[in-house]
């Protein structure tokens, strides 16, 4: 984030928090501009204008449906609420907010995404992690995660 009075690109967050509407975050920041070291606020909405970087060097824009599609996947049938699960998205879209980057590998995202697995549930990580890591996409993961499932109930 760029500091509006001296153009500065480095900002540091001070304070941080949701509004009422909840669909944006108040922020104070100060310029870390030691001759400006002004400080400002910002409201920050959840809509990252963030590149997902692929393997194959191509990209995508941040899709937070994409992402919590994926995690729904892992924790099918298992004890974990939609709720948790938007809270984690949200919390990945904050983290990736006040990086303040515009691209992001996709490695990365599946890094977060296993980080917050492994504390909400163990075996959607375990899931997660053993399938996501073979391949380069959330997507990709998803198409997996969909044919195991099918397999499945084939078999019953
Ligand atoms: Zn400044």
Do not use: W
Not at 9 to 15: G, S
Not at 40 to 68: A, M
Not at 88 to 104: C, F, Q, S
């Amino acid at each position: 984030m760029k500091c509006p009075f001296c153009d500065c690109p480095e900002t540091k967050v001070i304070d941080s928090r949701e509004s009422d509407d909840l669909d944006s975050v108040r922020r104070r920041r100060e310029c870390e501009n030691t001759n400006c070291a002004k400080r400002f606020t910002t409201y920050e909405h959840f809509e990252l204008s963030i590149n997902i970087i692929k393997k194959d060097g191509s990209s995508e824009p941040f899709d937070r449906e994409k992402i919590l599609k994926g995690v729904r996947m892992s924790c099918h049938k298992l004890p974990v609420s939609l709720e948790s699960l938007n809270e984690l998205v949200n919390d990945i879209e904050r983290e990736l907010l006040d990086e303040g980057l515009t691209e992001v590998p996709t490695s990365k995202i599946g890094d977060m995404i296993m980080k917050r697995l492994k504390a909400l549930n163990k075996v959607a990580f375990i899931r997660f992690a053993s399938v996501y890591q073979e391949f380069e996409s959330v997507d990709e993961f998803k198409n997996e995660i969909l044919k195991l499932e099918t397999r499945k109930k084939k078999v019953g």
